[in-house]
């Protein structure tokens, strides 16, 4: 088994990640740890408490991390996120508080501390803004060279999504994802550019709200929100993004996608702002410290996905 941590902004597809890791008997869950993005950190934290309740797994600690990005004093809600995602980050869903509450140290501290712990027998997987990874690298300069990173983030070979260049998760704080680019050892990048090909519709979501049971109910009505919200935004997709899913996905099985290694960084100024691409300073580096996934197989992803979600979501209780 693999250890994992998942650094989650939950949002629906956060949501969908953290339920694709527990429904992998591949990876040992260690932690999840809660960032700002499409909602406030508070908010992801609840989430993730109430969806770990849902699905039994109350074993998971979940940790709190930094609540905005260091060159800004705070962090609002946008409002394209909550269009997104709903107001409560799950598509208005309604899962109970979880009884137990947030761990007392900080996400940063138990970042390091795991990674001092389990060295490379631990991935990373964080899916929303780079904030809390950075400060770990700053409070801790081993923490980059020993990290092990999947990242659901940026967008090399296609626009991005908030802006021509730039994907939502670099764009919350792009100098943090560029001191990860920079700085960490072993960055796998599965951006715009694989995520915006593995997209679920009705379809499949019927296959939950068929279930009949609390968990699949959770995940069809929030999932067929995100859903809604793409046919608005992006019609020409014909479905929702599975962006962080496939992060996990990776972690579980790195076959799912073909990689180019390659050194980055992220531009932090100006209209480009937030845009990912190659570091001119490390171009003859030999060793490329970025892989960024550029293909993906779909049918074997899409397949792992509903069966592992639907096995989950089938093990919760009846609907009442
Ligand atoms: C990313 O942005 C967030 O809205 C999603 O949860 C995902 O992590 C996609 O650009
Ligand atoms: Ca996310």
């Known amino acids: ?61 979940v940790y ?16 394209v996120s909550e269009f997104i995602h709903g107001k409560n980050g799950v598509g208005e869903a309604v899962i109970p508080d979880a009884r137990r509450q947030v ?20 991935i990373i997987v964080p899916t929303g803004p780079s904030t809390t990874i950075a400060a770990a690298i700053e409070q801790d300069r081993s923490f980059a060279e020993n990290a ?33 680019f920079r700085t960490a050892k072993d960055v796998t990048m599965i951006g ?23 968990g699949g109910d959770f995940l069809g009505v929030a999932t067929d929100y995100y859903i809604k919200s793409y046919e608005t935004n992006s019609p020409h997709l014909g479905g929702c993004g599975l962006h962080d899913p496939l992060a996990v996905a ?31 300073t490390r171009i003859n580096d030999p060793v490329k410290t970025a892989h960024v996934a550029v293909t993906v197989d779909v049918e074997r992803f899409l397949e792992e996905f509903m069966t592992r979600l639907t096995g989950l979501a089938k093990n919760t209780a009846a609907r009442a």
């Open 1 to 61: 088994m693999k250890k994992v941590i998942l650094d989650l902004d939950t949002g629906i597809d956060d949501a969908l990640a953290l339920a694709y890791a527990l429904a992998s008997p591949e990876l040992e869950l260690i932690g999840v740890t809660g960032t700002y993005g499409n909602v406030l950190v508070d908010t992801g934290v609840r989430n993730a408490l109430a969806i770990l309740e849902l699905f039994d797994r109350t074993d998971v600690p």
């Open 64 to 79: 709190a991390g930094v609540t905005h990005a260091s060159t800004k004093d705070s962090f609002e809600v946008l409002p």
């Open 103 to 122: 761990e007392d140290s900080s996400a940063v501290d138990f970042l390091i501390e795991s990674v001092r712990e389990h060295g490379d027998d631990l």
């Open 148 to 180: 092990r990173i999947i990242m659901m983030g940026g967008a090399l070979t296609v626009p991005g999504n908030v802006s021509p260049v730039a994907e939502a998760n670099v764009n919350q704080d792009p100098a943090a994802s560029d001191t990860l």
């Open 192 to 214: 715009l550019d694989v995520t915006l090909q593995t997209l679920l519709t009705y379809e499949e979501t019927k296959t939950w709200h068929d279930l009949g049971t609390v």
């Open 250 to 280: 990776v972690a579980v099985d790195p076959t799912l996608v073909e990689t180019l290694d390659i050194n980055l960084k992220v531009e932090t100024e100006g209209e480009l702002h937030g845009r990912v691409i190659a570091d001119e």
